[in-house]
């Protein structure tokens, strides 16, 4: 389940950015949840967001909560995060993981996941 992120880039403050994490394969996402982390240089890998591909329960980090909204397209084999009012404190790397998952989903430890992303960059700045 090699995965792969798409639709970062640069954006204004207060302006939005809607990143998809897919399987590079086409597979779908069943019995996965999917979370959202981002690095920002010199700081900690922080999880931001995850959904469940059983049950669709979310759930968010207090960073981005009420700005960022997570979801799962119907054939569960894309995960999109829309990101707005954007900070320039947004800037960093956005990965997506996959950890196998039947229920719900939680900010696991990082050596729960299963599969990683390479990254996509998202720079906000004016």
């Known amino acids: 389940l090699q995965l792969v992120e798409s639709g970062g880039g640069l954006a204004r403050p207060g302006g939005s950015l809607r990143l998809s994490c897919a399987s590079a394969?086409?597979?779908?996402?069943?019995?996965?949840?999917i979370t959202w982390f981002r690095q920002a240089p010199g700081k900690e890998r922080e999880a931001l967001s995850c959904?469940?591909?059983?049950?669709?329960?979310?759930k968010y980090a207090d960073s981005v909560k009420g700005r960022f909204t997570i979801s799962m397209n119907e054939s569960k084999k894309r995960v999109d995060l829309q990101m707005n009012s954007l900070k320039p404190e947004d800037t960093a790397i956005y990965f997506c993981?996959?950890?196998?998952?039947?229920?719900?989903?939680?900010?696991?430890?990082?050596?729960?996941?299963?599969?990683w992303g390479q990254g996509t960059q998202v720079t906000v700045s004016s």
């Open positions: 993981a996959a950890e196998e998952r039947h229920m719900g989903c939680v900010f696991a430890q990082y050596k729960d996941y299963d599969y």
């Open positions: 394969a086409g597979f779908s996402f069943d019995y996965y949840a």
């Open positions: 959904i469940s591909s059983m049950d669709d329960q979310s």
